[in-house]
């Protein structure tokens, strides 16, 4: 297994979040202003994480709780299994590193097989870069979170039901246009779910290879997705308001393009060039609700939300 690293800016990590059964991710769809159940167990069930063997994180490990910077490090060293619940708000100024087959969640009041979920990262120091980095991994699934970049050959990676706001730079798909002979045949990544606000770009920036974005909200921002270096990408369902320009190319000589169906685009438009990424190309199964339906079901559900079982 190749080296990877999944690690978390600190310096504030909240927990937000308490318990009850399950509620499957469709009967969540088009329900606004509700709290989703979930359990310690969840598997990813949606997107370029399904793909790959699956992945699980930590289940079948361990829970441990974890209420300073020292505890935190030390049960997400390694590749045993656990599962690892953040109690309260844990503050420091460090990096710290996710090994692999572990679930990170936050509780109310080569990095391989990783989920994150539920955790609230703020005032991130610049030195210590993103609210959560994903690079050199494979098998990720990040979940009602918070700013993220996903990069170094990272692959099978989803970002679901998670509000990113208030930043310049929000998430990106591939760190560099000079890293192409690393990141080129890796880099699927899933977005959908999300809630951009009050952003200046990157909802996402996608570059070398595949996305797939549906059903996101975006509000308030100058620059929307971004595809570029030669990224094929699929943008369904999803809208926009005020947004000056929400999908297109961007910021780069090379530019990437996108297959674009029912999205209500706002006072902006299209302006990528056409891709060759079809639904049909997806590996995965996913059941669309329609551009008009969207912003209901994001808002108020998107973030750290999750009451666990």
Request: hydrophobic letters at 40%; aromatic letters at 8%.
């Amino acid at each position: 297994m190749r080296f990877s690293v999944i690690y978390l800016g600190l310096p504030l990590l909240a927990q937000l979040v308490s318990t009850a059964p399950h509620l499957a991710s469709n009967e969540l769809a088009t329900r606004t202003n509700l709290m989703k159940r979930a359990a310690y167990s969840d598997a990813a069930d949606t997107g370029f994480a399904t793909q790959n063997g699956g992945t699980t994180g930590g289940a079948g490990g361990a829970a441990i709780t974890v209420t300073t910077v020292a505890e935190l490090v030390a049960a997400l060293k390694g590749d045993t299994a656990a599962i690892v619940v953040v109690l309260g708000t844990i503050t420091g100024s460090e990096n710290v590193r996710i090994g692999s087959n572990k679930t990170l969640l936050g509780l109310k009041g080569s990095t391989k097989n990783v989920i994150i979920c539920n955790i609230v990262s703020e005032k991130v120091l610049a030195a210590n870069g993103d609210g959560i980095g994903i690079q050199s991994s494979s098998n990720v699934w990040d979940y009602y979170d918070g700013l993220m970049d996903v990069n170094h050959a990272s692959e099978w990676v989803t970002i679901s039901n998670t509000h990113l706001h208030n930043h310049y730079k929000a998430s990106l798909v591939g760190h560099s246009d000079n890293n192409g002979a690393e990141d080129k045949g890796y880099l699927h990544v899933t977005q959908h779910n999300m809630y951009y606000s009050n952003i200046g770009s990157r909802m996402p920036s996608f570059r070398f290879e595949t996305g797939h974005i549906y059903h996101s909200y975006f509000e308030n921002a100058n620059t929307g997705i971004d595809t570029r270096d030669g990224a094929q990408i699929l943008v369904q369902s999803n809208v926009w308001e005020n947004v000056t320009q929400p999908l297109g190319a961007f910021y780069s000589d090379i530019t990437g393009y996108a297959n674009a169906f029912d999205n209500d685009f706002g006072i902006g438009n299209n302006s990528a060039p056409e891709g060759t990424l079809a639904e049909t190309s997806m590996p995965y199964k996913f059941t669309l609700l329609g551009s008009g339906a969207v912003k209901a079901a994001v808002v108020g559900t998107a973030g750290a939300t999750l009451d666990f079982a």
